[in-house]
């Protein structure tokens, strides 16, 4: 069975600093995806980036970026010049064939 | 991305009664479309997925006579709660994909109170 692994309920990060959020994840299969996606206040959730498990280049999206350790099976985010707006639930999540796994999440609050 | 939207965002009813709670994709066909619960602070639930003109499947723990779920159209789902109980007061999320897509696309969420 696939699980996915956030062992950080809570973190907090100076506005404009730099903040990392980890996931592991465990699967048997060789091909899937990996996303990252935020949910605010407002509870809409947000896709922030993803990960196709056959790309080695990790993904990369304005101030978010991920570090991918295949073999590990590790999927972090790191969060770059942080922004009040960043503040927000931040879950992991995995896709294996149509099934989709999400970790308990990561409240990220940035600090003024 | 894909948007998708939800309705109602929020609905109170009393006890006993039955509540229908709308998913659309706006911009794109969801050949599959997932529900959610989520209760405040925690992770998603899954309650189950539908395929476009397939019955769901449902998680197991979830009672599909209770929580009706109908994927009649590429861009429509519904679910109903059947005899509302304070118990299922929650925020309920519905997510669409599609063949060329993979990852999910969320909508806004319906906060369901029953009294």
């Known amino acids: 069975a696939q699980t996915v692994t956030q062992s950080q309920p809570e973190m907090s990060v100076q506005e404009a600093e730099t903040v990392t959020l980890s996931c592991t994840y465990d699967?048997?299969?060789?091909?899937?995806?990996l996303f990252w996606y935020k949910q605010p206040p407002s509870r809409q959730m947000i896709l922030v980036i993803r990960?196709?498990?056959?790309?080695?280049q990790n993904a990369t999206e304005n101030r978010f970026s991920v570090n991918f350790q295949k073999a590990a099976k590790s999927f972090s985010l790191k969060i770059s010049d942080s922004q009040l707006g960043d503040t927000a639930m931040y879950f992991c999540?995995?896709?294996?064939?149509?099934?989709?796994?999400f970790g308990t999440g990561t409240s990220l609050t940035v600090i003024p | 991305g894909a948007v998708v939207s939800q309705h109602p965002s929020r609905v109170i009813c009393k006890s006993g009664t039955s509540v229908k709670i709308e998913c659309r994709s706006l911009?794109?066909?969801?050949?599959?479309m997932f529900w959610y619960r989520q209760f405040p602070k925690q992770s998603l639930m899954l309650m189950a997925t539908?395929?476009?003109?397939?019955?769901?499947?449902?998680e197991q723990g979830v009672e599909k006579d209770k929580f009706l779920i109908n994927h009649a159209s590429l861009t429509l789902s519904t679910l109903t709660v059947t005899s509302a109980h304070p118990e299922d007061s929650s925020f309920y999320i519905c997510?669409?994909?599609?063949?060329?897509?993979?990852?999910?696309?969320f909508g806004p969420g319906t906060r369901l109170t029953v009294t």
């Open positions: 997510s669409g994909t599609s063949g060329n897509r993979y990852e999910q696309y």
């Open positions: 539908s395929n476009e003109g397939s019955k769901a499947t449902y």
């Open positions: 999540a995995f896709r294996g064939g149509n099934q989709f796994y």
């Open positions: 911009d794109f066909q969801a050949t599959t």
């Open positions: 990960q196709e498990a056959y790309k080695q």
């Open positions: 699967t048997s299969e060789s091909n899937y995806y």
